[in-house]
């Protein structure tokens, strides 16, 4: 069966903090995405990555940095941790394969709090 | 710029009623509709989707009923069910490349007994 995991549920830091966020899939899918979810906004693409060190913006990358040195796992990085980055954090995973009526599979999140 | 607006943001509905969630896109671009639906505590897990040149789908309770002329769809899931009360994301993607997926802001569904 199909599983991303996140590694941490929940995770409290303090401003100014370096933060990382990690996922790991098991499905040798090509495409890993992170997106942060807050009430009203809904799911907003941070980052994803086509491939072992290859990264592209989403729309929100603003104080955000990725990491992919090994396909099966995608860093989050919040540099320098800042109150409006606290939210619910998930990770991604979808194949490149023939077609596009493939789901994205996701984590279960890391709710982030930033004090 | 939110390129998929979805309504309403909360809903709330009697167990045997009909539930309805509506989205609208802007980009011409997108050629396939999925629904996620998300359970507290859980990522979102795709529901049902649809490409543009079928008006409807239907897969058991959950139909999606889509007007490309209107650049609309919406999501009918008939006889709700108490189970059923979670959070449903529209979105729309553009086939090919990297598949980037642009989401609704969601709707908290709760289907009261």
């Known amino acids: 069966d199909v599983k991303v995991t996140q590694s941490s549920r929940y995770l409290v830091k303090r401003t100014g903090e370096k933060v990382f966020l990690e996922c790991v899939q098991d499905m040798d899918h090509e495409n890993m995405f992170w997106y942060r979810q807050d009430p009203g906004l809904g799911l907003r693409l941070i980052y994803f990555?086509?491939?072992?060190?290859?990264?592209e913006k989403g729309d929100i990358p603003e104080g955000y940095s990725v990491s992919r040195e090994k396909k099966e796992r995608f860093s989050l990085i919040l540099e320098s941790a800042s109150t409006n980055q606290t939210s619910m954090y998930l990770c991604?995973?979808?194949?490149?394969?023939?077609?596009?009526?493939?789901?994205?599979?996701f984590g279960d999140g890391t709710r982030l709090s930033i004090l | 710029q939110q390129q998929v607006k979805q309504s309403p943001q909360s809903l709330i509905v009697q167990k045997g009623g009909i539930s309805i969630i509506n989205c609208a896109y802007e980009n011409t671009a997108f050629d396939y509709f999925p629904w996620y639906q998300q359970f507290p505590g859980k990522g979102p897990a795709l529901l049902i989707a649809?490409?543009?040149?079928?008006s409807e789908k239907k897969e058991g309770r959950f139909t999606i009923s889509f007007n490309k002329s209107a650049k609309q769809f919406s999501l009918h899931i008939m006889d709700s069910q108490p189970g059923d009360s979670a959070t449903y994301f529209c979105a729309a993607l553009r086939s090919g490349g990297y598949q980037k997926v642009t989401f609704g802001t969601g709707t908290k569904l709760q289907v009261i007994p």
């Open positions: 990555s086509y491939d072992v060190k290859m990264k």
């Open positions: 991604a995973s979808l194949t490149q394969g023939r077609g596009y009526n493939q789901p994205q599979h």
């Open positions: 649809i490409r543009p040149d079928v």
